[in-house]
């Protein structure tokens, strides 16, 4: 099983939500507080690029093509990143991955694609 397990991805209109979740169902839920988990994505024929990251103090970051549009947030006692896209526009359309980094570790999810149309 995965260290990380992402999910929620899907086909959507133009304007539509989405709201994207990344689980850690291999790490201990007593301990589990990653120092960041961030959401990042890469489009074909791109680099992969930060989308969004939150801290343990909960202090978010922000790429400027989503401010506004997007909110990260995570449950630590459900080992669970979020994602809320809200107003998505064709160009988010990627592949988008979770990234949680830990005293252990650095891990991604597998991806989960994400894909609007106008």
């Known amino acids: 099983q995965a260290q990380l397990v992402e999910s929620g991805g899907g086909l959507v209109q133009a304007g539509q939500s989405l709201r994207l979740s990344c689980k850690a169902p291999r790490m201990i839920t007593s301990t589990f507080n990653p120092s960041s988990m961030g959401w990042y994505r890469q489009a074909p024929g791109k680099q992969r690029e930060l989308v969004a990251t939150i801290t343990r103090d909960y202090k978010t970051n922000y790429a400027d093509f989503v401010r506004g549009r997007f909110t990260i947030s995570r449950d630590n006692a459900r080992k669970t990143l979020y994602l809320q896209m809200n107003s998505l526009e064709p160009e988010d359309t990627a592949v988008y991955y979770c990234?949680?980094?830990?005293?252990?570790?650095?891990?991604w999810g597998q991806g989960t694609q994400v894909t609007v149309f106008s």
């Open positions: 990234n949680v980094q830990t005293a252990y570790g650095d891990y």
